[in-house]
């Protein structure tokens, strides 16, 4: 079809139910409305948003004959939302919900109560409970099904029995959720205030205060604060000082963009790209899949 020779792609959907030719346009050359999001399983339940397409990268050769790779993608369809979705995005794909309801009124959207309820055991606040199931709601909006989340030991959440990398935020009135193929996953959000102006030190070197555009100066603040928390969910260890062993290398004050930070908590240190946006309410910052994991030479530590 015209539209995929001249993204360079091909593809076709993998269903049990039908064999169908999927004709939309891939959002990274046309804006389709029809986003499409990498994914490494193999295995896929279709459901009423979601279903699979195996893309491969067509060669440079005349003849356009696929390489032979190939990547399981994701890609939403027509329907009723389950939840107010304030946004929606991809690569990666993620997402922000706003919190409107209460926790009952979230526990009614799900279909196995009985998990969900189990998962708010011990959570003795409203908001908590809230915080919650909105995570879970978004998990389920995202990838189509009701798939647990748990967390391991260093209180990092993970889908059950499922290959895929998440990382959850909350902030007062909204839920971010981050899905990603690769492992070093992050995501935070976080209310727009000056809050951040009276505890910049805590978290940030005296080379990074020396960076911040005062213009934009609770903005600016904002973004590194939530790139260190990214990066914090990142690491996935105990103890990291956010001043000393997270760092975010400078860049200008825009209202999105793409910026690089590291992590020198351990022995080999790590760098990563990181993606944000200024939104009219929150700034949020997540980890980006293929900038992530590279080592760090020890005199940029």
């Known amino acids: ?6 993204s360079g792609m091909w593809g076709h959907k993998n269903d049990i139910k039908c064999n169908l030719y999927i004709q939309s346009f891939f959002q990274n050359s046309t804006g389709s409305p029809f986003p499409l999001i990498p994914h490494s399983t193999s295995r896929r339940a279709a459901s009423r948003r979601a279903a699979s397409l195996y893309v491969g990268l067509k060669s440079s050769v005349p003849s356009g004959r696929p390489r032979n790779r190939f990547k399981l993608i994701q890609f939403f369809v027509g329907g009723n939302q389950a939840m107010p979705l304030y946004s929606l995005h991809t690569d990666p794909l993620r997402a922000v919900w706003r919190m409107d309801e209460s926790s009952s009124e979230l526990l009614a959207k799900f279909e196995n109560k009985a998990a969900c309820e189990r998962a708010l055991e011990g959570l003795g606040t409203e908001a908590r409970r809230a915080e ?13 099904e009701e798939i647990p989340v748990v967390y391991r030991s260093n209180g990092a959440p993970c889908l059950l029995d499922n290959p895929l990398h998440i990382s959850i935020s909350h902030t007062k009135g909204y839920a971010a959720l981050l899905v990603q193929s690769e492992p070093f996953a992050g995501i935070d959000i976080e209310r727009r205030g000056e809050r951040v102006l009276h505890i910049r030190e805590r978290f940030l070197s005296a080379g990074e205060l020396g960076a911040i555009d005062l213009l934009h100066e609770a903005d600016h603040l904002l973004i590194h604060w939530c ?10 260890e105990e103890g990291v000082n956010f001043r000393t062993q997270l760092h975010v290398n400078p860049f200008p004050f825009a209202l999105s963009g793409t910026i690089t930070g590291s992590e020198s908590r ?15 309410e929150f700034v949020w910052v997540w980890s980006k899949e293929n900038g992530t ?3 760090v030479p020890p005199s940029l530590h």
């Open 1 to 6: 079809q015209p539209h995929m020779q001249r």
């Open 132 to 144: 919650r199931l909105a995570s879970r709601l978004l998990v389920k909006e995202l990838l189509g």
């Open 227 to 236: 790139a260190k928390e990214a990066l914090f969910k990142m690491v996935g």
């Open 266 to 280: 351990s022995l080999q240190g790590k760098a990563f790209s990181l993606g944000y946006t200024v939104e009219e």
């Open 293 to 295: 994991s590279h080592d």
